[in-house]
């Protein structure tokens, strides 16, 4: 039995699909079933018979979760972390988190595998609320180009690290294809959601005054030492993602049109069957902390074809519980990357409610 946490994210979600397609028992975590990563003791019930863990980063007790993955009889986990982990600026509070979390698995005696990747794609959809308002989509740091990731791709990655020994000890450093500004990105966008969509690239200044009204200020300092400070390379593309599966890291245009409103009816069926073969949660009947229900199998929303326009236009796609919160895509605040969760071991207290970046 694998474990995936994060199962309701861009990456869980994608490494759940992948692993029931390949027929592998698998279970996911969700909130929903009171089962949290801040409470390490809660996850017990969901850890029984499980290998292989798929563990997310920046959680309050990451000592902790490793203990309990190790006392259930976890074999091996493959922690998402970040190429902040190898800025190596403890003093970076999105680097602090993600070097602490990768040590405390490192640590903890159970065989474990690194996944570093640059930002998501998906952290596009923080662009929502603006192109819900019209055309012109502002944000900082435009002229830093991004080798940004499809989380399927991250998750393919996963799912053989989960399931192959040789990536033991291993840390992958992950990229997409190809170095894009955030105009180019915006111009892909376009294309797919056939629009005629602008870019305006924000003053540093202006970067600052918006990003610190919605984000603690030691996330904002992270993200200007990041892409100011140069102290993290998100722009080199790597060969990993093609050397791992034997296919090249899908483009942005393809995760564009992935996410882009459907064109036909077919296009439709096929979501709807793919979201309910990708969504269901394998669980002992009652198991606490995982989201079953009492029939031993729940489906959970699957949002990831289609988001932008679930988001921007009508309700096409009718099948499904309605999103939760977690799935409203743009609540990630900053610009650059979805960065860091907030409640992370270095990650200063948060009102509730604020948006701060998700990486
Ligand atoms: N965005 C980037 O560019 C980037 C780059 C490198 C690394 N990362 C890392 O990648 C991680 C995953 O990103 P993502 O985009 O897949 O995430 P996401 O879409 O924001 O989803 C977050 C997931 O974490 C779960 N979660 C949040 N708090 C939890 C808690 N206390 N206990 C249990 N589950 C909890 C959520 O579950 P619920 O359904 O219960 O809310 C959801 O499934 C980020 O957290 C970040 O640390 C991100």
Known sequence: MIFVTGATGNVGREVLAQLTAAGVPVRGLS?????????????????????????LPGYRDMRGLAAEFAAAGVERVVLLSSQAAVA????????????????????????????????????????LPQLRAGDVVSDAFGDVPIASIDPADIAAVAVKALLEPAHEGRAYSLSGPEALLPAE????????????????????????????ATTPIAYVQAFFSFYRGHIIDE???????ENLTGRPPRTFTQWATTHAPPHSERNLRDQDARRTAAAVIIAPPGTAGVSATTSGSAHIDNPAPGRFHEALGPALITAGPAPTASHVP?????????????GGPSAPPRARGTCAPTR
């Open 185 to 212: 990105r915006l111009h892909i966008l376009g294309r797919a959601l056939d629009r005629d969509l602008r870019f305006e690239a924000l003053t540093d200044e202006e970067a600052w005054t918006r990003m610190s």
């Open 31 to 55: 909130r929903t079933a009171g089962a949290d990563l801040d409470d390490p003791a809660s996850l017990r019930p969901a850890l029984e018979g499980v290998r292989a863990v798929f563990l």
């Open 330 to 342: 743009w609540r990630a605040g900053p610009p650059g990357s979805g960065w860091p969760r907030p």
């Open 88 to 127: 190596t600026d403890s003093a970076n509070a999105v680097s602090a988190y993600m070097i602490d979390s990768e040590t405390a698995v490192r640590e903890s005696g159970l065989a474990w595998t690194f996944l570093r990747p640059a930002a998501f794609m998906s952290n596009t959809l923080r662009w």
């Open 235 to 241: 722009t080199t593309v790597h060969p990993t993602v």
